[in-house]
């Protein structure tokens, strides 16, 4: 079948679109449309560093202005969401609950291995524990002995985390984002479709799911970090082309699947004067590889990376604007002192004009400061220094 063409500006913008990124102006109740971004992406990566707010909030706050963290507490505790892992830890729409089984089954029968050794004495015992006294942390099951694997984690935790990992336990809620443990049975809201889908139709469901989000997308992208998934994945990928159910569509060299419907996003407006401040875990940057072959970023979260090996900071936040990614802000906020600091905002070498691009920032910096309970904004450098003035004379009624 022939493959339609598109240039990379408009791939870039089906993509931003997809992802709505940057929002547009929403109506009815806010945590409405928290729990639609959630439905619509398919999944949202929790992460527990939190020099700024954590990555789950701030991809969401990025996808609905009007979020607040209690939102997502609310929509755990109306079992609207649950946790589990999609290519990590996330939140994922209760309603996909079922897609989450294949990785649970094959946990439970051994066909796929876990990060932890399997202790099955221990499982039953933390298992018996929580049917009989309920809802139980980490913290309740006492260890005195060693902490043996290369995590130094208790030997209940690995159990606790093996029962999740395979189904037989859920996190109802969490406290001081410490997670709570129950029993599925407990949890799982009656009428929950715990049906084990056939191959074929998990494999469609990640590539429906994957493109809706997406815009367009390419096999190793739809299986990304899936483990034996992807021969799978290019099988359905074939048959969804010949029954007209995906488009095939050609970016410069590249071959990616789309689904019909995605082509009709592009007669719609993008909101590109709009600044947006991601987090390194957004789903639109989270596939790296991705990411630099279609808006040309190459970019690497630097938090893993040994100080003195760091070009641009230890948790630099790439910055979507014009429906490009021009520039990456290394921030981290002082929670005593309501103070953001920008410890390097770096620019990228095809940004020639400064001023709008500024102008942007400045605006977007307010609700940023609002969304981080921060009342004052320090600036320390910019790369290139020589429009660290510049910027400075924009922001300083921030940062009183």
Known sequence: ???????????????????????????????????????????????????????HHHTLWNRNPRYEASQLDQLLADKQIFEYWSHAAAYLPLRDYQFSLPRKHALARGDQSHWYKRDEQMLKWVLKRIATEGPLMAKD?????????????????????????????MVPYRINFHKVYDLTERVLPEG????????EEYARFLITRYLRANGLGQSVEIAYLLK?????VDQTLEDMVS????????????????L??????LSKPLARSKLKILSPFDNLVIQRKRIKALFGFD????????????????????ILWEGKLVARMDCKT??????????????????????????????????FLQFNHCKQLRLHRTSPAKVKPDLQSLINDLTS
């Open 1 to 55: 079948m022939e493959s339609f063409r598109l240039s990379i500006q408009q791939a870039r913008k089906l993509v931003l679109l997809s992802q709505r990124l940057p929002p547009r102006n929403q109506s009815g109740r806010a945590i409405e449309a928290t729990l639609s971004a959630i439905e619509h992406l398919g999944y949202i990566q929790i992460d527990t560093i939190s020099v700024i707010q954590r990555a």
């Open 141 to 169: 099951f006492e260890h005195t002995g060693k902490r043996i694997d290369p995590w130094k984690t208790k030997p209940a935790k690995r159990a606790l985390e093996y029962l999740f990992m395979q189904g037989d336990l």
């Open 192 to 199: 929950t479709n715990t049906i084990l889908p056939t191959p």
């Open 228 to 232: 034996g998934i992807k021969p799978l």
């Open 243 to 258: 029954t007209g159910e995906l488009l095939q569509i050609r970016v410069t060299s590249r071959l990616y699947y789309a």
């Open 260 to 265: 019909p419907i995605a082509l009709e996003l």
């Open 299 to 318: 970019y690497l979260i630097e938090c893993y990376v040994p100080e003195a090996k760091r070009r641009y900071g230890y948790f630099s936040l790439p």
């Open 334 to 367: 002082e929670r005593t002192e309501s103070l953001l600091h920008i410890h390097h905002l770096a620019l990228e070498p095809t940004v020639l004009k400064t001023e709008g691009l500024f102008l942007a920032l400045r605006k977007e910096l307010g609700s």
